[in-house]
């Protein structure tokens, strides 16, 4: 029931891995070791999870042994796996038994990939269980680098930092300049009190980055600020 492949892949992991819902209910009910992993460290929830299985993850889960937050080699979980891939039915069912702060070695959060992937929904879910809206990889950025009104404004609701900058030097409002999201430049500004007059690491401010892009009507806004 339990015997691994070559690549330690047990029977289930392949039933979780090919979506095969049967399958994997018949192997729970006979007694399948869910902690069982293949030679990648992967359970069979982080497959069910990565491949969107979403009827497999709540079997999966309906078991008070699964250890949800199980890292694989490359340090991952099964809700990282899931948001990764902008999955958003199965990061909420995680969501339910996850850590709502994990991180994998490049420190992105799943708030932060929810922010990328535009998951309004997992966001405000993530922000309820107390996730960290700061951090090193800065959630409030994402969401203004994508133009995710929705989930700019819900951040800006929690204390977040407004003025945090990626590798670049570069903060939210920057990003917002630069990819023309006008209405989140405004809100940024006015209800987020970002500093207009922050500079880069080139010495470039929201202005002068808008400006360089063509974004008219966000180089109308910014110029009488700064």
């Given at each position: 029931?339990?015997?691994?492949d070559?690549?330690?892949?047990?029977?289930?992991?392949?039933?979780?891995?090919?979506?095969?819902?049967?399958?994997?209910?018949?192997?729970?009910?006979?007694?399948?070791?869910?902690?069982?992993?293949?030679?990648?460290?992967?359970?069979?929830?982080?497959?069910?999870?990565?491949?969107?299985?979403?009827?497999?993850?709540?079997?999966?889960?309906?078991?008070n042994?699964?250890?949800?937050?199980?890292r694989t080699?490359?340090?991952?979980?099964?809700?990282?796996?899931?948001?990764?891939?902008?999955?958003?039915?199965?990061?909420?069912?995680?969501?339910?038994?996850?850590?709502?702060?994990?991180?994998?070695?490049?420190?992105?959060?799943?708030?932060?990939?929810?922010?990328?992937?535009?998951?309004?929904?997992?966001?405000?879910?993530?922000?309820?269980?107390?996730?960290?809206?700061?951090?090193?990889?800065?959630?409030?950025?994402?969401?203004?680098?994508?133009?995710?009104?929705?989930?700019?404004?819900?951040?800006?609701?929690?204390?977040?930092?407004?003025?945090?900058?990626?590798?670049?030097?570069?903060?939210?409002?920057?990003?917002?300049?630069?990819?023309?999201?006008?209405e989140?430049?405004?809100?940024?500004?006015?209800t987020?009190?970002?500093?207009?007059?922050?500079?880069?690491?080139?010495?470039?401010?929201?202005?002068?980055?808008?400006?360089?892009?063509?974004?008219?009507?966000?180089?109308?806004?910014?110029?009488?600020?700064?």
């Amino acid at each position: 029931l339990n015997a691994q492949d070559a690549e330690l892949n047990t029977p289930l992991i392949l039933a979780a891995t090919n979506g095969q819902n049967d399958a994997v209910g018949f192997l729970l009910d006979a007694g399948a070791d869910l902690g069982k992993a293949d030679q990648k460290g992967r359970i069979a929830l982080h497959h069910a999870a990565k491949g969107n299985y979403q009827e497999i993850v709540a079997l999966l889960l309906k078991s008070n042994t699964i250890d949800v937050n199980a890292r694989t080699v490359d340090g991952e979980t099964a809700l990282l796996l899931a948001v990764e891939k902008g999955h958003g039915k199965i990061v909420l069912t995680l969501l339910d038994k996850s850590d709502p702060d994990v991180t994998g070695t490049s420190k992105k959060s799943a708030l932060w990939h929810c922010c990328t992937h535009g998951l309004e929904e997992c966001v405000a879910k993530l922000i309820s269980k107390g996730a960290n809206v700061n951090g090193e990889q800065s959630p409030l950025i994402q969401a203004a680098k994508a133009g995710h009104y929705g989930i700019v404004k819900m951040i800006l609701e929690k204390d977040v930092r407004v003025d945090d900058r990626d590798p670049l030097g570069r903060t939210a409002l920057m990003w917002a300049s630069q990819r023309g999201h006008l209405e989140i430049v405004k809100l940024l500004v006015e209800t987020g009190k970002a500093n207009v007059l922050a500079e880069d690491a080139t010495f470039d401010t929201a202005l002068t980055i808008a400006t360089w892009n063509q974004r008219e009507e966000i180089v109308e806004y910014l110029a009488p600020l700064s």
